[in-house]
C-alpha cells in the first residue's frame, strides 16, 4: 500500500520488518530477495536508516545459520555506519549483533566487555527499542556469562530478561529465556529443573513456528531426558532436532552457506547426540 501511494519511507521500513519475519520463519531465499531489494530501494534513495538495518539484518540471518564470519562483516558495517551519520538505533542494534558474533568466534571476554558497555547505553534509549534492546543484550550476555563458567550472574540476566520477555508478550524471548535456564540447570546436572524448562522453550518455539529455537531447545531437552536415563524419550525429541536441521538446510539458497551451518559445531553437536542415542536407546 506505502508503495502504491509512492510513501517510499513506509514501504522500506515495511520491507525490514518483512525481511525478519522471514528469516524467524525460516524462509531465508524469501528473506535474502527482500533485504537485497529494499537495499538497492535504500541506497537508490538515500535511506541511510535503512541501509543500516537491513544491512544489520543480513547479519542476523548470516549468525542464525551459523556464519558468524559472515555475520561480523555485515555488523560491523552496519555499526560503522550507524555511528558515522549518528543514527543511535542502528548503531546499538549492531553491536549487539557484534557481541554475539565475537563471542561465537571464541572471544567471550571480549563480547562481554562490549555487550555490557552496550547495555549502559541501551538502558537510555526509548521506547520500543529500550526493551527490545534489554532483552536482547540480557540474553546475549547470559550467554556470554555461561561460555566463561560464571552461571549465577547468567541467571541473574535470564530472570532479568525474563521480567521484559512476559511485560511485554515477546513470546520469542520468553522461550529464549526459558532455554537459557534449562542450559544453566544442565550445566548443574538438575535435571528436571532442566527439562522443564527446556520442553516450555521447546513448545513455545514451535508454536511460533521459529525452526532456529526450535532445534536448539530440543537438542537440550534431549540431554536433559538422557541425564535421567529416559533414553527413548530423548532420542525422539533428538530426532525433532535433526529433522528441524534437515529443513532448514534445504531452505538455505546459497550451496556455501548451507555447508557452513552444517558445520557448525552446535549443529554437528546435534548429529553426534543423535548418533549415540540411536545406538543405546
Given at each position: 500500500m506505502a508503495a502504491d501511494i509512492y510513501d517510499g519511507v513506509i514501504e522500506l521500513m515495511n520491507q525490514g520488518s518483512r525481511c525478519l519475519a522471514h528469516i524467524g520463519?525460516?524462509?531465508?531465499?524469501e528473506a535474502i530477495t527482500a533485504i537485497h531489494d529494499g537495499l538497492t530501494k535504500a541506497r537508490d534513495r538515500d535511506n541511510t536508516f535503512i541501509l543500516g538495518?537491513?544491512?544489520n539484518t543480513l547479519g542476523w540471518l548470516h549468525q542464525e545459520l551459523g556464519d558468524f564470519q559472515g555475520a561480523v562483516e555485515y555488523d560491523c558495517d552496519s555499526a560503522e555506519l550507524g555511528q558515522r551519520v549518528g543514527i543511535?538505533?542502528?548503531?546499538?542494534?549492531?553491536?549487539?549483533n557484534l557481541g554475539f558474533d565475537y563471542l561465537h568466534l571464541g572471544e567471550p571476554e571480549k563480547a562481554l566487555a562490549l555487550l555490557e558497555n552496550t547495555?549502559?547505553?541501551?538502558?537510555k534509549g526509548f521506547g520500543v527499542h529500550?526493551?527490545?534492546?534489554?532483552?536482547?543484550?540480557?540474553?546475549?550476555i547470559?550467554?556470554?556469562?555461561?561460555?566463561?563458567?560464571?552461571?549465577?550472574?547468567?541467571?541473574?540476566?535470564?530472570?532479568?530478561?525474563f521480567i521484559e520477555a512476559r511485560a511485554t508478550g515477546s513470546m520469542k524471548y520468553v522461550a529464549r529465556f526459558h532455554a537459557l535456564?534449562?542450559?544453566?540447570?544442565?550445566?548443574a546436572r538438575q535435571w528436571s529443573q532442566a527439562e522443564a524448562d527446556c520442553r516450555e522453550a521447546l513448545r513455545l518455539a514451535r508454536q511460533i513456528?521459529?525452526?532456529?529455537?526450535?532445534?536448539?531447545?530440543?537438542?537440550?531437552?534431549?540431554?536433559?531426558?538422557?541425564?535421567q536415563n529416559n533414553l527413548e524419550a530423548a532420542f525422539a525429541t533428538i530426532q525433532l532436532a535433526g529433522e528441524t536441521i534437515d529443513a532448514i538446510a534445504t531452505r538455505i539458497p546459497d550451496p556455501a552457506l548451507r555447508e557452513t551451518f552444517l558445520a557448525w559445531p552446535r549443529v554437528q553437536a546435534v548429529c553426534a547426540e543423535q548418533d549415540r542415542l540411536s545406538r543405546i536407546s
Open positions: 520463519l525460516g524462509e531465508y531465499a538495518r537491513l544491512t543511535s538505533n542502528v548503531e546499538i542494534s549492531a553491536l549487539i547495555f549502559s547505553r541501551a538502558e529500550r526493551w527490545r534492546w534489554i532483552m536482547h543484550l540480557c540474553a546475549y547470559a550467554d556470554a556469562l555461561l561460555a566463561l563458567g560464571d552461571p549465577d550472574r547468567a541467571l541473574t540476566q535470564v530472570e532479568r530478561g535456564r534449562g542450559e544453566i540447570a544442565l550445566a513456528s521459529y525452526p532456529t529455537l526450535t532445534w536448539q531447545a530440543a537438542h537440550l531437552l534431549a540431554r536433559s531426558q538422557a541425564g
